[in-house]
């Protein structure tokens, strides 16, 4: 239903530009963000994959600065930075993995 579960369950990036006009948008959630005053408009969610090619976790991101949209140059850093996260996640006892208790 969420952007995240989305992500998860299709196993791919979802980029929302105007997110009060999607249908992932829900008041409770994205307004007043966790009670920051923060409005969500924008979210870029990529997975995060182990060797196997199962999602174990995602990157979000809100609001871009400068209300722009997020570009494809943000999406690709995003990926790189899922990368390197899914080799430090990936094996037992990992310290990244003790941290997340993952």
């Not at 969420?2 to 994205?30: A, I, N, Y």
């Not at 996640?89 to 993995?97: D, E, I, V, W």
Request: charge should be neutral; charged fraction near 20%.
């Amino acid at each position: 239903r969420g952007v995240m579960g989305t992500v998860v369950s299709q196993k791919r990036v979802v980029c929302v530009d105007d997110l009060p006009q999607s249908d992932f948008f829900d008041p409770e959630r994205h307004l007043n963000y966790q009670n920051t005053g923060l409005n969500v408009k924008s979210i870029l969610c990529v997975p995060i994959f182990d060797s196997a090619h199962d999602v174990i976790g995602v990157i979000e991101v809100i609001n871009k600065k400068e209300e722009q949209q997020f570009s494809s140059r943000d999406m690709s850093f995003l990926n790189a930075v899922a990368s390197h996260l899914a080799l430090n996640m990936q094996g037992p006892g990992t310290s990244l993995k003790s941290v997340l208790r993952m």
